[in-house]
């Protein structure tokens, strides 16, 4: 879709469907390694990944949807 | 009749925008403050919280993370498709999500009813003689996902309310921004639950 | 319809429904005005019950369990109901807009949306008082909120219910600064007003959410006792003070932003003379804004937590003070050279600024930690507080109304009248209220309904007081509505001011231009207008 000449953004359907797999993978990564860790620290690896499944969520399914004027 | 102001039918769509991203920053500091509890409380308890952690039912959080992210997914295509105008694959695409979200809130409900005949709920007798850091794991599980489920039903009901605009051509590829919002309050729906799930239930 | 038409015009049809439905932000500002102030005078009159009762020691006029209770209505209705939401939701709806060269908010429909919300909780929180009101302070601290027998969860309720129309209202300002402003109209030549409410409404959409979610755990520990407060569940009923304060110390900026806003706007036009120091004004507002968002523990010195932690949040208690005292130097130095017209908005200034210093530096002192010990949940915090609430940024409100009231309604009160009647408000104010900070600081504690035989004078100077304050109250918003029924009409621009709203006929016509200005210059330019009254 065009407008004032610029073609703006649109995600791409294997994008968006390359990340869901890396979630779905991110998922079963932070199950896997929720038994690792000592103590109270053993929040940081499922936090780290919550955090990188969080970013792919917001930079690739929300972002696009704050393009410019259209 | 309008009884404000007869405005030319200017459509500001950035300003749209900002106000639904305003809106979503308002979600997350709601869910900021229980979260900072449970963050408190998991350093006081511990033990307790990692025990309770692992009555959980693992497979269902597990297999409800996956629902909500393949939803993400089909909410995410379904606007990609509206803006390519292709109605009918925005439309399957939201019914998908609507299910997905239907789904989660099916889970929810089986895999709460099923700790409430165990008398794990707070107030009941199974938590009533157990230490207090399982109360206060419990108490912080069923309000934060509780919560989280008030979202996700008021998400449904937007993305019905939505597909029935798509249909009638009220949200169309000329003017689509109505689906785009409902779609970042989906994402935020899910980016919660992303937080949600291994806080409760992958304490170890 | 003729768009010159003036707003308070309605079509054929039922008169009510073009208001109540209306999506013009005039009109929906006069609708809050409308809930808000008939609250107000409940809340004033809850306030001089709890004054009478203090007349005789012991029970004069009501048992203790009443005496809570009304203390806890009269704060739940003049903080949630009156202060936090007036000027923004009155003033910021009618005259930013207007003062940024737009027709309209940029949600007009979540506008409505948001007064119709706000009346709801107002209804939900009239109900309690019928029913039975909460008798926990408007602080609801944990764990008495978790036991009281009253209507507790119905009251938090009505709180997150009025909560939630300042987040909508707080959404539509932020969006409407960003996006409708008029060509010309940078943020540098913003009148101070829109940057007053500009940085309220951030506050809004940051802080108030928190005191939603606190409010909502409050009532699922009442239904659900899921324990996050209650001790006897290994909750902790400090970290709901933490919570609570999160939000609420961040709403005082709320309360007090608008009004100061409102003051940098009159101070200018009656000094004909552009204001000093514009941007430290105004960025003054976001450091405040900013600032006071780390300082909430400084409600809760003596609960415990770590001495550490007490010294940071007195060090930033001290350190929003200057912003603060930013603007007052700036305002004075606005006054300074100028050419000043003394007429009633200007009289409203002056006593705010002794108000907003009175409070401002009783609030540093209570900042100080060995003090705080001492003063901590007595008098003096009361007396505190209603300075700055009270005395200067409900003052900074009924300036507003002053000011604007000619653009407003297209008439004149009774100026003269309205002078007389800020006087004996005034005295009747410090008689209530300087005694307080006495009282304090002899020991007297705040919330009682009881008191020790030598604190009787000092309560019977304050009580007194709270009888020409009321009377003050009466004749100043008697005169206002006999203004409104009466007065004469107003010219376009009555105190020679430069900012946009006074470019359009008082009262505004509905789409508020005839078209868009383009803006050319700073707002406090006054080389161009002239007063128009006499």
């Not at chain 2, 639950?193 to 304490?203: D, E, G, H």
């Not at chain 3, 200067?392 to 009924?398: C, D, S, T, V």
Request: proline share 5%; net charge positive.
């Amino acid at each position: 879709m065009y407008e004032n000449g610029e073609k703006h953004y649109i995600a791409r359907y294997t994008t968006l469907v390359m990340v869901w797999v890396s979630l779905i993978g991110l998922t079963w990564l932070t199950v896997k390694i929720s038994g690792i860790g000592f103590g109270t620290f053993s929040i940081i690896a499922p936090f780290l990944i919550a955090s990188i499944k969080a970013f792919l969520v917001v930079d690739y399914f929300m972002h696009p949807l704050f393009r410019k004027e259209g | 009749m309008s009884y404000g102001i007869e405005h030319t039918a200017h459509k500001d769509y950035t300003g749209a925008k900002i106000g639904m991203w305003l809106f979503l920053f308002t979600e997350f500091f709601l869910f900021f403050g229980p979260v900072l509890l449970y963050t408190i409380y998991r350093f006081r308890y511990h033990a307790a919280f990692t025990a309770s952690s692992h009555e959980l039912d693992l497979a269902i959080g597990s297999i409800n993370t996956a629902i909500l992210l393949t939803s993400s997914l089909t909410m995410a295509v379904s606007i990609s498709a509206l803006q390519r105008d292709r109605t009918k694959l925005s439309l399957w695409m939201l019914a998908a999500t609507f299910v997905l979200g239907v789904v989660f809130l099916i889970n929810k409900y089986f895999e709460w009813t099923e700790k409430f005949s165990h008398g794990m709920y707070p107030g009941g007798e199974a938590l009533a003689g157990g230490p207090p850091g399982q109360g206060v794991f419990y108490g912080l599980y069923f309000f934060l996902t509780g919560l989280h489920g008030l979202h996700v039903l008021a998400g449904i009901t937007a993305i019905g309310v939505l597909a029935f605009m798509v249909l009638k051509k009220k949200v169309s590829a000329a003017d689509h921004v109505r689906l785009e919002n409902a779609g970042l309050y989906w994402h935020l729906v899910d980016v919660v639950w992303i937080y949600l799930f291994p806080i409760f239930y992958l304490v170890r | 319809m003729s768009i010159r038409e003036s707003y308070l015009e309605s079509g054929p049809g039922s008169k009510l429904a073009s208001w109540i439905f209306s999506t013009d932000h005039k009109r929906i500002g006069l609708l809050y005005l409308a809930v808000i102030m008939s609250l107000f005078f409940v809340g004033v009159t809850l306030g001089f019950l709890m004054r009478l009762e203090l007349i005789t020691r012991g029970p004069t006029i009501m048992e203790a369990q009443t005496y809570n209770s009304l203390f806890t209505l009269h704060g739940v209705i003049m903080l949630f109901i009156f202060i936090i939401p007036v000027t923004t939701s009155v003033f910021g709806n009618f005259m930013l807009p207007i003062m940024i060269g737009a027709r309209d908010v940029a949600f007009p429909r979540l506008n409505l949306l948001s007064w119709w919300i706000f009346v709801a909780g107002t209804i939900l929180a009239i109900t309690t008082l019928i029913l039975g009101p909460a008798d926990t302070g408007w602080t609801f601290y944990a764990p008495y909120s978790l036991i009281s027998g009253q209507y507790v969860a119905l009251a938090v309720f009505a709180v997150f219910v009025l909560g939630l129309s300042s987040i909508l209202t707080g959404i539509n300002m932020v969006t409407t600064v960003h996006r409708l402003r008029a060509p010309g109209m940078t943020w540098h030549r913003l009148p101070l007003f829109v940057w007053a409410i500009y940085a309220t409404a951030w506050i809004l959409v940051i802080a108030t959410p928190i005191l939603g979610v606190n409010l909502l755990m409050i009532i699922a520990e009442r239904f659900f006792g899921i324990g996050v407060f209650d001790p006897a569940k290994g909750g902790d009923p400090i970290l709901y003070q933490h919570l609570f304060w999160i939000y609420s110390h961040p709403a005082v900026y709320v309360m007090i932003l608008p009004s100061l806003g409102v003051i940098a706007e009159i101070i200018p036009v009656f000094s004909r003379k552009t204001v000093f120091g514009y941007k430290a004004i105004a960025y003054s507002s976001i450091g405040i804004a900013a600032l006071g968002s780390l300082v909430w523990g400084h409600h809760m010195f003596v609960s415990g937590y770590s001495y550490t932690a007490g010294v940071i949040f007195s060090l930033f208690t001290f350190l929003v003070a200057i912003p603060s005292a930013v603007k007052v130097y700036n305002f004075v130095g606005t006054m300074y050279k100028g050419s000043i017209v003394v007429d009633t908005p200007f009289y409203f200034v002056l006593a705010f600024i002794y108000m907003f210093a009175v409070g401002g530096l009783t609030g540093v002192i209570l900042g100080a930690l060995s003090i705080n010990i001492h003063l901590h949940d007595t008098y003096f915090v009361v007396a505190h507080f209603h300075y700055i609430k009270f005395g200067a940024a409900a003052l900074g409100f009924f300036a507003a109304l002053h000011y604007w009231f000619p653009k407003v309604f297209g008439r004149m009160y009774n100026r003269r009248f309205a002078n007389w009647s800020l006087l004996i408000f005034f005295i009747g104010f410090n008689l209530l209220f300087l005694p307080m900070f006495v009282l304090g600081y002899e020991g007297m504690p705040r919330r009682y309904f009881d008191y020790l035989p030598q604190y009787a004078n000092l309560q019977y100077l304050s009580i007194f007081g709270s009888w020409v304050l009321v009377i003050g109250i009466a004749m100043m918003f008697g005169n206002l509505i006999k203004g409104l029924f009466r007065g004469k009409p107003a010219p376009q621009n009555p105190w020679g001011a430069a900012t946009l709203e006074w470019q359009v006929p008082s009262p505004p016509p509905k789409e508020n231009f005839r078209e868009i200005p383009e803006v050319k210059h700073n707002p406090y330019h006054f080389e161009n207008v002239r007063r128009e009254l006499d």
